[in-house]
């Protein structure tokens, strides 16, 4: 007995515990969102705030990042020691160049919709080739997606007759008043839902990518990072939690997609920082 008492403050020593001594931030990255604020985006994010701090023993706050520049300097400096993001690229580029850990993505997947209006002809992807298109502005992480996701299905979109629009409901409008006959929507966006509400052909889906992920920096243990995990899939299990899925809008988490979140740099052909700036 008194040999275990003597060995005690030794097993503690090397038992993992979780808390950080100071109060930890989880930044808050929507794209670009339009009608948002920090007093919303804390009400949205709380619930979330609230698990994680559970899990890690310490105080979580959320910080709306408004701007894609506040993101990338933020991971860059290590001043957001976690972050959720959309669009993807940019936790993917956090892990990538800066360091930070995987900790889980938002259920379902994201993908791209290439869309066409509920009486058209064309009824193939292939046969989009020479046909108006419109997409996201060209700098946009969506843009980026589906030109990725066509290019795998032998269309150069750089050949193709594009015009590129600042937001996904102007797609829509371009095409329900022929101004384009095929149209490039993001699965998850408002457009989108409203386009198959209204009986608006999906002519092709892209292969899923991991949407909206959850990282942290390189300063959090293996056990809080499985801390964080267990809270996060634990959710829908309880009335609280599905509360939690509810309010930030996502079915589930899912903590086995970071291979798919490594490789979406290489997917999108963002190379060397190349996907950096004005994403959404």
């Avoid at 009486?119 to 193939?124: A, M, N």
């Avoid at 829509?172 to 409203?194: D, E």
């Amino acid at each position: 007995m008194r040999a275990l008492l003597r060995c005690l403050p030794i097993l503690l020593a090397l038992t993992p515990t979780l808390g950080f001594s100071r109060d930890l931030i989880l930044g808050i990255s929507e794209g670009t969102s339009g009608g948002t604020d920090h007093a919303r985006v804390m009400l949205k994010y709380g619930g979330l705030a609230k698990s994680l701090s559970s899990a890690l023993k310490s105080e979580v706050k959320v910080v709306f990042v408004r701007e894609f520049a506040q993101l990338e300097d933020g991971m860059k400096t290590g001043r957001l020691d976690l972050a959720m993001a959309r669009p993807s690229d940019f936790p993917a580029r956090g892990l990538r160049d800066y360091g930070y850990q995987y900790v889980a993505t938002a259920k379902p997947d994201g993908q791209c919709l290439i869309v066409v209006p509920k009486d058209s002809p064309i009824q193939s992807l292939g046969e989009i080739k020479g046909q108006k298109i419109a997409m996201p502005e060209k700098v946009s992480y969506m843009s980026k997606f589906c030109t990725a996701e066509l290019r795998r299905n032998g269309i150069d979109v750089d050949k193709e007759a594009v015009t590129y629009v600042r937001e996904q409901e102007a797609v829509t409008f371009y095409i329900t008043n022929g101004f384009a006959k095929v149209g490039a929507l993001a699965s998850y966006s408002g457009a989108a839902r409203k386009w198959a509400k209204e009986g608006g052909q999906i002519l092709h889906k892209s292969v899923p990518q991991p949407y909206f992920p959850l990282i942290a920096k390189k300063d959090f243990t293996k056990a809080e990072i499985a801390a964080m995990q267990k809270a996060l899939t634990d959710l829908p299990a309880s009335p609280d939690g599905e509360a939690v899925l509810k309010s930030i809008g996502i079915a589930s988490f899912d903590t086995t997609s970071e291979p798919k979140l490594r490789q979406l740099l290489d997917w999108l052909g963002c190379k060397d920082g190349a996907c950096a700036a004005g994403t959404k």
